[in-house]
């Protein structure tokens, strides 16, 4: 009798984590930025740096919104600012290993500064 009732608190507990983390997916931008919606993407990221001044995970969607509507000099910057921070690790949506705040920021800065080249 025990385990007839784990199944309702498993599909409860799964229902929580789903809920938690479609709001953690709309709070930081992601999706909007995914969607290339970056008006959106960077309204949600100021309103919940207020709340969370210098998470990572702000900074790093900041960046890239930044990035992607040309304000490379502030994305630079927003870089930096997660590589003078203290490292976190971060949940990537498609990737297998979650990775640092610090490698995604080393990784972009570099991308950034590499010459574009093409060919013929």
Request: hydrophobic letters at 50%; charged letters at 20%.
């Amino acid at each position: 009798m025990k385990f007839a009732h784990l199944g309702p608190i498993a599909l409860a507990t799964a229902a929580l984590f789903s809920a938690t983390a479609a709001i953690a997916d709309q709070g930081n931008g992601a999706v909007q930025i995914m969607k290339g919606d970056y008006v959106a993407a960077e309204r949600i990221i100021r309103d919940q740096a207020k709340m969370f001044p210098g998470d990572p995970d702000l900074l790093l969607n900041l960046a890239s919104v930044y990035r992607h509507t040309g304000r490379v000099s502030e994305a630079r910057a927003l870089y930096r600012a997660v590589l003078a921070r203290p490292d976190d690790m971060m949940d990537l949506p498609n990737t297998a290993a979650p990775q640092t705040a610090h490698t995604l920021a080393r990784a972009a800065l570099g991308s950034m500064d590499a010459p574009q080249l093409t060919a013929r």
